[in-house]
């Protein structure tokens, strides 16, 4: 009779250890697919994003564009097809419980995490000329502040406006720049065309009336 109660204990431990794995198994799948859906429908709208520029050209076209290839566009559908693949394997693989490709799932997210680290060591490796890269980039970048014709989705004014805000500054090295032809060539030219000459708002430390003006 002991014995017998011994194993019923134990088969009922048993039976409500199996339920709590099987609970906690189920959570996490549904946080995995939760994710990954999450990651799947990013991945779709950079994929859509870069194919759109890369037929369309223009100035994203141009940034970034040292070696010939590697432009915005580019990257968005090179990491808009990684994002799609990860999230595949990871849904696929959890709903159908195909182990192996759990397993080059996890594999895929080592390898980006490893690349990370080494993308880190590079940057710092190379902060100089990183730093002479970055500052070309934003001058580049200042010339097309405000045209509607090269920035059509207000991308570049709306980057420049918040890192002004942001870092509460006004231009690359001086609020001049915003009067310099040479250096924001569509504001410079468009807006302080006359003797008025303007900064962006985004330059303004209080959003008054006439505190983009520059006094003379």
């Not at 500052?135 to 014709?149: A, P, R, S």
């Amino acid at each position: 009779a002991v014995v017998s109660t011994q194993s019923g204990h134990y088969g009922r431990d048993l039976r409500m250890g199996m339920k709590v794995q099987s609970c906690v198994g189920k959570l996490c799948k549904v946080l995995l697919n939760i994710v990954n859906i999450f990651i799947f429908i990013l991945g779709g709208g950079l994929l859509g994003i870069g194919v759109y520029y890369h037929l369309e050209g223009g100035i994203y076209e141009n940034i970034f564009n040292e070696f010939g290839f590697l432009t915005i566009p580019v990257l968005c559908m090179f990491f808009g097809c990684l994002f799609i693949i990860i999230a595949l394997f990871a849904i696929i693989g959890s709903l159908c419980e195909v182990v192996i490709m759990l397993r080059i799932y996890m594999g895929i997210v080592s390898f980006v995490l490893v690349l990370e680290v080494v993308l880190v060591c590079v940057i710092v490796g190379f902060q100089g000329r990183a730093e002479k890269e970055t500052i070309e980039v934003v001058q580049e970048l200042m010339e097309h502040y405000g045209n509607k014709t090269s920035d059509d989705l207000n991308v570049i004014t709306t980057v420049i406006d918040q890192t002004q805000k942001w870092l509460k500054c006004c231009g690359l090295d001086s609020y001049e720049e915003w009067t310099d032809v040479t250096k924001a060539k569509w504001w410079a030219a468009q807006i302080n065309s006359g003797s008025e000459k303007k900064v962006p708002r985004s330059c303004c430390t209080s959003d008054t009336d006439g505190c983009d003006v520059i006094i003379q």
